[in-house]
């Protein structure tokens, strides 16, 4: 049997939207603008790679002092 991990793991929007602290709306308005994480489309299903999300969200980290990482 194949151990699935956390970083292999696929969220669907709304556990996308949770983990991230947003809302499903916004996650989908930032897929139309072309920014926020990325996504998988799988006919008319969208899914979020874990680690994809996680790696995005390390991106918009902000240091104490005001400067982004």
Known sequence: MIEVTDEDRFLTP????AYARRSIRTLARM??????PSY??????????FSSL??????NMVTPNGVSQ
């Open 31 to 36: 897929r139309a603008e072309g920014r926020g």
């Open 40 to 49: 998988h489309r799988h006919g008319n299903k969208v899914l979020y790679a």
């Open 54 to 59: 996680r790696a995005w969200m390390c991106q």
């Open 14 to 17: 709304a556990e996308a939207a």
